[in-house]
């Protein structure tokens, strides 16, 4: 076969820059000779993970998601011998309870056999699956990037400053489970003159190309990215910036415009899950450059009082042959706030994250306060350093009471975690309780804590319920019952939370910017 | 302004040191120190009655140590009186650049730009109501040139008197007129002239000299090199002062001409505070004027952008707040055209010496 390599944006090097981004586990290295063997395309990706991808289970097909032919070919393939069986044997997410149902609606005999169903009754069981109340799809099937992984896949290809991350919870579109990742940096060497770069992918393959018309960049579209900090000429469409985003579609059945599978098709579930992550990362974009202007204008004022006013005192006090005042007070009157100032940093002998923190009181009164911090709480991570104890308020959420602060005097408040690596941590939230603003610190949302209480709270009960399920797995119609008694609270609570995102992604203290 | 209003050398530096005692007494008391400047635009400055020219008026706004970039200013502003008491005890002078260069060595008082100590050498002026010529400052760019028959002694570099008649003791390129222009470096002496003609452009300035018209009608031509220098506006006062001769203003038709006529004869907004050593109110507007533009049917271009806004601005700039300047500007808005002096050119060389000259002056009782 003769081709000709196309270089460039649309071609190989793309594709491979963008597989690497989505695998963070592998290093990829491209190098393209010409006849005469000089490199006219070089690529390196180098692997900035250890962590191998999840394995997936393999699950049955959901019914939710079942058309007539896929059933009459089940129906003729199956072994089972009675419908039942057949139903609970073949889909997932089907109860005894609820196979029974749906033969009943569909007015099929439970004791039929399989083989012998004629299409008339197919087609009135396919009407039953969308009427029976059905469990959900087991999600395990899908393999998601995970945030953490996300924003190390970026950092190999993409030099930046900053980095917001979402993994959403998985979601259930027409029986086939999808889960939205996205990932968004900003800042460093990306160009800000022009469109941000999209990348998207479906399950962990790139598509590179018909970005206009596919459904991940529609949803992007639809964000209204000047509230976040991005230019959007004219108010819609692909926002303006030295940013980029990722767009990750998992799903069983990812759902393309055609055969070529360049892009994504329209859903409302799959167009509503991406518009709600991007409006989180667009908020953890806000909180970042808020937090960047609030830096810089408290840099300032350090300058301010700590170099220029002692200088200005010195001269002033040479040139007239006098005294040199004592600045203390002056410097009250000048800052007249509270700074909060946070460093985070690598300890490479303990390996461990630390966060040192410090306030400062440039006021004339004695200020008293609860700092607290975000920090990136997981199964892997651990507040192994923390000689001022404090106590955990929600997930990845850690509070500290300051004794008074007086004026003019200053604390430090240090912490540290293992369980990351190095760069891993690289942005940190600090809130307060007290009175009085703190310049570098955001005030504690206790509306908004409280539904992430709440919402954990729950979490943690569904779970206990399916783990006793899990143990008993008998099926006793009573424990059953209690699941989709909870799952039926648990969607309707979900409502809330979504409103409120999901708890690992920065959103304490935010003003209500959703729309 | 005579020797006699100018300041003693004890006088300036103790209205240097009051500037820093104000910073020094504030800070003494727990406050930010700051200094107060009245505000330098064209919201405010009027009309003074008194002296007739355009001067700040009460607005002030204050400069203090709460925010990086004016703390940074008070501290460069001690610099700079240091250095002004320095050049002072020894006797020397300095140019605005060279203090600019100079201030590399002044750490976090250093410049940012050769603007901004300008402007605050100006700032201490208006506090301190001293000259830069008191504080050894000179400015960088050279005064105007004279060609006419006027006679002038200027002191030279060793202390003589030299007379020079800035007809004949001049070549092509005329009487080079200094920085300092006041009794003590520059007398004027004699004239055979009967009006003053200052001009925009150097091009228009060699044309009327080529074409002897400094002595067929019996003036003084000046080359006022765009925006005039502050030597070359208290030159033309001083001879307006002592020689009671009419100075007309011939310029290019374009919103920022007119900004040049205002600042010679009303007073440039940045330099409010000594309006009147520099203003001449006595000045006229030649030309070219809107009218002319279609009198003589001038060759001539589109307003730009920045034309239109500078019009715009100029309606409500109090020292074209006349009949005469708001209807020149509103013809040129309705035109949407700008012309230059050398368009006259369209009719021959000699026309604007022949013709448009004569029959302007003409018009303003200056015929000849």
């Not at chain 1, 299409?119 to 009427?131: C, G, P, R, S």
């Not at chain 1, 609860?370 to 509070?399: D, H, Q, V």
Request: proline share 4%.
């Amino acid at each position: 076969m003769k081709a000709k390599y196309q270089r460039g944006r649309k071609s190989v090097y793309q594709y491979l820059r963008m597989t690497s981004i989505v695998n963070p586990h592998a290093s990829i290295s491209l190098i393209v000779y010409d006849r005469e063997g000089s490199v006219v395309e070089e690529g390196n990706w180098t692997r900035t993970s250890n962590k191998l991808p999840r394995v997936v289970e393999e699950i049955k097909p959901h019914p939710h998601g079942i058309q007539l032919g896929t059933l009459q070919r089940m129906l003729r393939e199956a072994n089972d011998r009675r419908m039942t069986s057949f139903l609970k044997h073949n889909f997932s997410g089907v109860s005894p309870r609820a196979a029974k149902e749906i033969l009943a609606i569909a007015e099929v005999e439970e004791g039929r056999t399989p083989k012998r169903i004629k299409a008339e009754e197919a087609k009135k069981m396919v009407a039953a699956f969308q009427t029976v109340k059905l469990l959900k799809p087991p999600m395990d099937c899908l393999s998601p990037i995970e945030d953490l992984l996300i924003k190390k896949g970026l950092s190999k290809a993409i030099d930046s400053r900053f980095a917001s991350t979402v993994t959403r919870n998985p979601s259930v579109s027409q029986g086939n489970p999808f889960q939205i990742e996205v990932g968004l940096v900003f800042g460093g060497d990306l160009t800000s003159d022009g469109p941000i770069e999209i990348l998207r992918f479906a399950n962990r393959v790139p598509l590179m190309y018909q970005q206009g018309g596919c459904l991940l960049t529609k949803a992007l579209e639809a964000v209204n990215w000047k509230s976040y900090g991005l230019e959007q000429p004219g108010g819609s469409g692909i926002p303006k910036g030295p940013a980029a985003v990722l767009i990750h579609l998992a799903s069983t059945n990812v759902q393309f415009t055609s055969e070529a599978k360049e892009a994504v098709s329209h859903n409302e579930e799959v167009f509503d899950e991406i518009r709600k992550a991007m409006l989180e990362v667009g908020r953890g974009l806000k909180n970042h450059l808020k937090k960047s202007s609030q830096r810089k204008k408290a840099k300032e004022k350090f300058e301010l009082v700590n170099i220029i006013l002692p200088e200005i005192s010195k001269k002033s006090s040479e040139l007239l042959g006098r005294e040199e005042p004592d600045l203390a007070p002056v410097i009250t009157q000048i800052m007249n706030a509270v700074f909060l100032e946070e460093v985070l940093s690598w300890d490479k002998e303990r390996r461990l994250s630390l966060c040192s923190i410090t306030i400062h009181n440039y006021t004339a009164r004695a200020r008293a306060y609860t700092i607290l911090a975000k920090w990136p709480e997981s199964s892997e991570t651990s507040m192994e350093f923390n000689p001022r104890g404090g106590r955990k308020e929600a997930r990845g959420l850690w509070a500290w009471r300051l004794d008074t602060l007086d004026p003019g005097t200053s604390t430090v408040l240090e912490f540290g975690i293992s369980g990351l690596t190095k760069g891993d941590w690289n942005e940190a939230d600090i809130f307060f309780r007290g009175n009085g603003e703190i310049i570098g610190a955001t005030k504690m949302d206790e509306a908004l804590l409280d539904e992430q209480r709440k919402a954990e709270a729950l979490e943690a009960a569904v779970e206990e319920v399916r783990r006793k399920d899990v143990s008993s797995h008998t099926a006793d119609m009573k424990s059953e019952q209690s699941i989709s008694d909870l799952s039926v609270e648990a969607s309707v609570s979900s409502d809330v939370t979504e409103l409120v995102p999901s708890a690992d992604t920065d959103w304490f203290g935010m003003e209500s910017d959703d729309q | 302004m005579s020797e006699s209003t100018r300041k003693s050398r004890r006088q300036v530096v103790d209205s240097l040191h009051q500037v820093a005692a104000e910073m020094h007494n504030r800070m003494q008391r727990g406050d930010p120190p700051r200094m107060t400047l009245p505000v330098r635009s064209k919201s405010n400055i009027s009309f003074d009655n008194r002296l007739g020219v355009f001067k700040y008026g009460k607005s002030k706004t204050v400069r203090d140590a709460t925010k990086l970039g004016s703390a940074r200013q008070l501290l460069r502003t001690l610099h700079i009186t240091e250095f002004i008491e320095e050049m002072i005890d020894s006797g020397k002078s300095s140019t605005l650049r060279e203090m600019y260069y100079i201030s590399e060595g002044w750490g976090n008082g250093k410049f940012g730009s050769q603007n901004e100590s300008n402007n605050l050498a100006e700032d201490l002026e208006i506090v301190t109501k001293c000259l830069r010529e008191d504080f050894k400052l000179r400015p960088e760019e050279d005064g105007a040139r004279i060609i006419g028959n006027i006679t002038v002694e200027e002191r030279n570099r060793r202390g003589e008197w030299m007379t020079i008649n800035c007809r004949d003791d001049v070549g092509d390129s005329g009487y080079g007129v200094p920085y300092n222009v006041e009794e003590e470096k520059l007398r004027l002496v004699d004239e055979d002239i009967d009006f003053v003609m200052a001009i925009e452009t150097g091009g228009m300035f060699d044309r009327l000299i080529e074409n002897g018209f400094d002595e067929e009608s019996r003036c003084a031509l000046i080359h006022l090199k765009g925006q005039p220098a502050r030597s070359t506006r208290r030159i033309m006062r001083r001879i307006s002062d002592e020689w009671k001769k009419p100075i007309v203003v011939f310029t290019d038709c374009d919103p920022w001409s007119f900004r040049i006529f205002a600042s010679i004869a009303y007073g440039a907004i940045k330099t409010a505070h000594i309006s009147e050593y520099l203003a001449t109110k006595e000045a006229t507007y030649l030309g070219i004027t809107a009218d002319d533009i279609l009198a003589y049917d001038l060759p001539s271009d589109d307003l730009s952008k920045q034309d239109i806004n500078a019009l715009e601005a100029e309606l409500s700039d109090p020292r074209f707040n006349t009949g005469w300047w708001q209807e020149q500007i509103k013809l040129m808005q309705e035109l949407g055209k700008k012309a230059e002096q050398q368009s006259l050119a369209k009719y021959g060389l000699d026309f604007v010496t022949d013709t448009y000259l004569p029959e302007k002056l003409d018009g303003i009782g200056l015929g000849y």
